[in-house]
Nanobody, 124 residues
């Protein structure tokens, strides 16, 4: 089992920055990738940034060049640095962890864990 706790959300103004944190606990060695997603009312949750176990990152076009995903392996924490925020970035941000666990007979089972979400509001 993997547990995730997000923090760092809040209210900022147009052009300001925020850094979100996602702290993982439990079977962290089984995690293959961690992603940051966001969701606004009435819309589907979308992946905005992802970092893999080997450090490969990817971003959705809307945040490319403004957001940076990084990690501190010693603290089992993944960060999302968000710069030049705009009202379009307002959403609840969730982190997720995807990993693989193995049964006793060697069968791999892919799992995904979610945090509880943190609200980001950007005032114009």
């Amino acid at each position: 089992q993997v547990q995730l706790v997000e923090s760092g959300g809040g209210l900022v103004h147009f052009g300001e920055s925020l850094r979100l944190s996602c702290a993982a606990s439990g079977s962290v060695s089984a995690i293959n990738s961690v992603g940051w997603h966001r969701q606004t009312l009435g819309k589907e949750r979308e992946l905005v940034a992802e970092i893999t176990k080997v450090g490969t990152t990817k971003y959705v076009d809307a945040v490319q060049g403004r957001f940076t995903i990084s990690r501190d392996n010693a603290k089992n924490t993944v960060f999302l640095q968000m710069n030049r925020l705009s009202p379009e970035d307002k959403a609840v941000y969730y982190c997720s962890a995807e990993g693989t666990k193995w049964t006793e007979d060697g069968t791999p089972i892919v799992f995904r864990a979610w945090g509880q979400g943190t609200q980001v509001t950007v005032a114009s």
